[in-house]
Structure formats: C-alpha cells, structure tokens
C-alpha cells in the first residue's frame, strides 16, 4: 500500500501531530484516574488501556466523524474519545449515573452513541465483529460513498469462532470494514502462544483473500497510515483489510485482576521501556514541534480538566430504580399480553 | 395459490410465507433476506424460490454456511436501519447463533437503552413428524422464551402466518418467528388478500366450548382440533385455543375460558419439562386457582433429547389424535 503511505505523510501537519499526543495523554490520564476512582471506592471497577494509547489515536485519526461507524471493543476508552465520545460521558459511564448514555445499565467502557456512529456493545468477545460486517452491508448495499466501519477487537478475539465467521463473511462480499486487531499479547492471564501459534495475527487475512498488515502499535503514526490506507481500501470497493497493531498491556485486565499471578514484572518493564506516550512526545520534542514545557502544559490541562471532570459526575445522581423496566421492548414490558377485554 | 371466495386466496403455509415475504420484499427496499441456500436454490422448502432473480443478490443473500454470522450480520444490519429477514434453515441448527439471538438481538435496545434498536425477524422451520430424526425435527421455543427482549411467534395456519409474519416484519423488536415444517404443505387455508398484520400476542380461540380448554399451538393445534371435533360428536364442547404467539403470551384469552371451562389441558410438541406449558400452568394456578375443577394437565413430548430416527421412535415421540382425543374425555369426564 506504498500510495496511501506517501499521500498520509504530507497530512501529518503539526496540527495532527498534536492532536494525537494530546489524545493520547487524554488517555493515559482517564486511566489513570479510573484506577485512583476504583481503589477509593467511588467506581466498581476499572478497565485500563494503557499500552494501546498510539493504537487508538494513530486509529482515531484515521477516522472520518459524520461518515464512519466504530464497533469498538471494551478496551477502547481512548478510541472512542479521539472519535468524539464526549470526556464527560466516559466518567458517567464509569459512575454509572442517570445521564449516562446507557442510562447506567451496562458495565465501564460499554458506551453507546448513535450519534456519532458508535455503536452499543456486550463483553462477549468478538460478538461485536459480525455486527461491523452487517453495518458495512448496510453501507454498501446504500451505495453511500466515503463510509468505512471499523471493527475493533483483541488478539484473544481472533480465537472466536465469531471473529472467523464475521472477517470471512466480510472477504466474501467485499464489505469496507477495517478489522483492527489490538495484539496486547495478553487475553487476562493467557498469552497469544496458548491462543495461536502463528506470530502475527493478520498472516491469517491470506485465508480469507484479503491484506493484512503489521504495524507497530506503539507508533501512532505508523498505526494511522495503516489504518488510513485500509479505509482508503475500504472505501473503494475492495473489501476488507485486517490490520494488526502490536502493542501490549501495561496494566492487570482490570481492577479486579492481578497480573503478578501470570507474567514476569520483568516482562512488563520491559515493555514499559517502549512506553510510547513518552516516545511519542520525545519524538515531537526532538523534531521541534513541540517543547517539553508545552508537553508539560497539555499534561497539566489534560489532569485538570479529568479532575474537574470527575468532580462534576461524581455528585451527580444514580439512575432511579424504576428505570430497571424501561427499553425492554419499544412500549412496555410484558411477558404476559393483557388486552383491554380482560375481565377481572 | 387458487383464487377462491372473493378476498381471500387459499394457499398453504409454503404459500402463504411465501406470499408475505414476496408483498414486505416488494414494499420496502430495506427489507432484504439472508440465510443458507435462500438465493439460487430458493430455500430448500421453495419459499424464497424466483426472489433472487426478482430482487437480485445484494437483497436476497446466499450467505456462507454459519449460523453465528447470519443472526449476528443480520444484527448490524438492523442497528443500521435496514429490516433483514434472516433464515435458519433449520431450527435444529440456531444453536450456534444462540449467542447473538440471546446475548445481543434481545439486549440490543435495553443495553443501548433504546440507543440502538434492532428490528429483526429471524424466520425457521422446526418441529417433527417428517422423519428428520434428532437434527432436523426440534422444537427449540423453550429455549428461547425465558429471555426478555425477544418475541417469539409460532402460527400455523396460512391466514396467521401472514397475518404475524407482517406483524413480525413491522416489530421495532427482534422476533423469532418458527414454522412447523410439517404444516407446510399439509394445511391449507383461505388468506384475505392485501396487507394485514395480526397483533403479537393474541391467541386465537380456533373452537368455542365449555367443557375444558386446550391450549395448543403448532401442528399439534390441527391435531387437537381433530380430537376436539371428534369429543363435539360423543356431545363434549372442548375449546381449543392457538396460542399463535409465545413470547408476549395472551393472558387475557387463556384465563377468559379457564375461568368458564374451569379445567384446562396444554398440549405441545416440545418436551414438558420447563416447556411452554409450565408457564401457562403457573400463571394459571396463579391467577385462576379457585375457578379450577380439575388439576391442570400437559400433553408433551418425552424427556428425551429429540425424536429418533425410525418411523416407531418417531411415533412413540409425537402424540396421535386418539391420545389428545382420549386425555380431552379424561378431563371433561373428572
């Protein structure tokens, strides 16, 4: 894909440069802070992505607001915010309060947001993926030009039989989805040896007669030239392409896991070696578009506005429990049809 | 399809599917069809047979052979705004898209909290007394009803297929909408031209008496209409109720005529331990107790896994007229 690859490089102005340093700070702190929430007993767990913040923003520029749809996966909190989920409504949903968009009823990170063409999800692996492929047949039995669906998921994912019949089902009919696997290396406390035996995810696309490409995952840029020549792929009526991003999980599975049971602290040192929101900034310092200070200044600003965010949500009320009945079925909830003839 | 009173045409079940999935094809360009061998071999039972030709490959999908992926494609495609219609062959084959009936089309709306809605009907032959032994004659509708969030039809007669199959079509809701395969071609019947839908949730009191109510529905309402008619002779008015619809049920109806009947027998094909019937009996037991003359009583398949094979096991499975016949006397006569 050496064309899309030259034409991306001359958009990467300092504005996108930024806005993907920005976006990945912004994820680093939410993480942050949803792990300092959950161990003061304020949220009921956390979920972290730390690790994948160059996946979702190199992921989330490629991303065309107003035209695109994201099935995203429950990992996905950087993501989802670089496509335009307001800050605000992360928290609600990890507060679980009234105004969140799922009205309080699913776990953190489980959005919703038609609006913005993020769709609503479960935490059974890959389940998601079969969706994005219907979505993207909506899209091109519409004929509606420039609308890609991204399809995002984990390497665990790839064991699901779901993944396999959603990715072929896509190759088949030559849908524009963009399956982007983010290989943590880790599903909770098994690693992709137990899962597979290939080492890369996307050498399974020559199965199903699609690309697949590697990129490094802890380079957004490098993930955003993949993930836009994949769109581009996508968008022309050429079908699927899987892109796998190699990035890794710095963090337990949530704040309910321990990963000291399973992996080497050594492993995960070494990895955070590699850290690339740091890398990342160091790059954009040393290329001079940006200065340590105005790092420095976005962290701040990023900190304050997450803790003001947070102060907010966190006075702000449950959902009344009478809500429990609501949006079962459109109308009212009722096993037992009572029609007005009944005599009782 | 023949032509007969004015207004009404008789067809069968094929038919009378057919018919109704044909006019929603015709009237909506969002609806579309997805499921295995519905394109060039028109469903194995014929019922989407020419639709290709007519409507082309883009709406009527030959999808590949994975049950997962048309129920979960077809999710996508109703979150979309597209109204698919997706098959499975055979309802013996849904297991491997229990996953997203239950775990995702049922909890669509209610997770997104009417964020996302998914109006989807996924439309499957079940049901024995065709020599299709374990894998091609299973009743699964007691798998399915406990789980709020989906509707669950099961007509059979031509006039309600196509009342419910657009009731079904319409639905903003997922709907699994089962057809006996052994109606299919067996029972014929008058259908009202034009379109029409019949409510979810109502059932029909297909006979009217007062002696004891039977609360039947699939091919075994045929049957019981049979035994019914047979008791009308020996002077014994038995009222027989289609349910038609069994996920919402129809209180009101089936507590209306236990109340005059004051005794009440449930007959199904499906196996009786946590069946549909046991639903029925409790609400029953529930709301009407005190207006029962007799202890309830259900006629159901065998606790075995499913039906074997040879034509004696199959028969030792289902239940002849004479026996519906022989356990309606028993309770009028208690």
Redesign the interface.
């Known amino acids: 894909m050496p064309k899309a690859t030259a034409s991306v490089q001359t958009l990467l102005d300092n504005e996108r440069l930024l806005t993907l340093l920005r976006n990945m700070l912004v994820q680093r702190a939410v993480d942050t802070r949803g792990f300092q929430l959950n161990r003061q007993g304020k949220i009921a767990i956390a979920m972290g992505s730390e690790g994948h913040e160059a996946v979702q923003a190199g992921t989330g520029l490629a991303f065309q607001r107003g035209k695109d749809l994201l099935y995203p996966y429950y990992r996905n909190t950087g993501l989802i915010l670089a496509c335009g989920f307001p800050l605000a409504d992360v928290f609600r949903s990890q507060f679980a309060r009234a105004t969140d968009r799922t009205g309080g009823r699913n776990i953190i990170n489980h959005i919703t947001a038609r609006d913005l063409g993020i769709a609503s999800l479960s935490s059974i692996i890959a389940s998601q993926c079969t969706h994005a492929v219907g979505a993207a047949y909506a899209v091109k039995l519409r004929k509606e030009p420039d609308r890609a669906v991204f399809c995002q998921f984990g390497d665990g994912a790839t064991s699901e039989g779901e993944w396999h019949e959603a990715v072929n089902f896509a190759a088949v009919a030559r849908l524009p989805v963009i399956f982007l696997c983010e290989n943590n290396r880790w599903a909770i406390s098994t690693p992709q040896a137990k899962q597979m035996v290939v080492e890369d995810v996307a050498s399974r696309a020559h199965g199903y007669g699609i690309p697949g490409t590697v990129v490094d995952g802890f380079d957004p840029v490098a993930v955003y030239e993949a993930v836009a020549a994949a769109r581009e792929r996508a968008v022309s009526g050429d079908g699927p392409t899987i892109v796998e991003a190699k990035c890794y999980r710095f963090l337990s599975h949530t704040t309910d896991d321990d990963d000291r049971t399973y992996r080497s602290r050594e492993e995960v040192e070494r990895q955070r070696e590699l850290d690339p929101v740091p890398r990342f900034a160091r790059k954009l310092i040393d290329a001079e578009t940006i200065d340590e200070a105005g790092v420095e200044q976005m962290r701040r600003e990023i900190a304050t506005l997450v803790n003001a965010t947070t102060d907010e949500i966190e006075t702000e009320p449950g959902p009344s429990a009478d809500t429990l009945y609501g949006n079962v079925y459109a109308g009212s909830h009722e096993p037992w049809c009572v029609w007005e003839t009944e005599a009782l | 399809m023949a032509v007969a009173t004015s207004g009404t045409t008789t067809m069968n079940n094929v038919e009378a599917v057919r018919h109704t999935l044909y006019e929603a094809l015709k009237a909506d360009d969002r609806t579309?069809i997805l499921g295995e061998d519905v394109g060039a071999r028109g469903n194995v039972f014929l019922i989407t047979k020419g639709f290709i030709e007519e409507f082309g490959p883009?709406?009527i999908?030959d999808?590949?052979l994975?049950e997962?992926?048309i129920?979960?494609?077809?999710?996508?495609?109703?979150?979309?705004?597209?109204r698919?219609i997706a098959e499975i062959q055979f309802a013996d084959f849904i297991y491997?898209a229990f996953?997203?009936i239950v775990?995702?089309a049922a909890?669509?709306?209610?997770?997104?909290?009417?964020?996302?809605?998914c109006p989807l009907v996924i439309r499957t032959p079940y049901g024995g007394g065709i020599r299709g032994a374990l894998s091609h004659s299973v009743s699964i509708e007691a798998l399915f009803y406990h789980v709020?969030?989906l509707?669950i039809v099961a007509p059979s007669f031509p006039a309600d297929m196509k009342g419910l199959l657009n009731a079904a079509i319409d639905d903003?809701?997922p709907v699994l909408f089962l057809e006996h395969k052994k109606t299919y071609r067996l029972v014929k019947g008058e259908v009202p031209q034009g379109h029409y839908t019949i409510p979810i949730?109502?059932a029909d009191v297909k006979r009217e008496g007062d002696r004891l109510t039977v609360v039947s529905y699939g091919f075994y309402i045929h049957q019981a209409l049979e035994a019914a008619a047979q008791l009308a002779g020996e002077g014994m008015d038995v009222e027989v109720i289609d349910l038609r619809?069994i996920?919402?049920?129809?209180?009101?109806?089936i507590?209306?005529s236990v109340r005059k009947t004051r005794k009440l027998l449930i007959i199904h094909e499906d196996n009786k331990f946590g069946g549909i019937g046991a639903e029925i009996s409790a609400?029953v037991v529930e709301d009407a107790f005190f207006d029962l003359d007799a202890p309830i009583r259900r006629l159901c398949g065998p606790d075995v896994p499913a039906m074997g094979y040879a034509l004696s096991l199959e028969e030792a499975f289902m239940i002849p007229v004479p026996r519906m016949a022989e356990a309606m006397r028993e309770m009028v006569n208690f």
């Open positions: 579309l883009e709406r999908i999808t590949p994975a997962a992926s129920a979960g494609v077809a999710i996508g495609m109703a979150m979309e705004g597209l698919p491997p996953n997203q775990g995702e909890k669509t709306r209610y997770r997104s909290n009417g964020d996302y809605t709020p969030g509707k903003p809701d949730g109502k619809s996920r919402p049920m129809d209180r009101t109806t507590l209306a609400m």
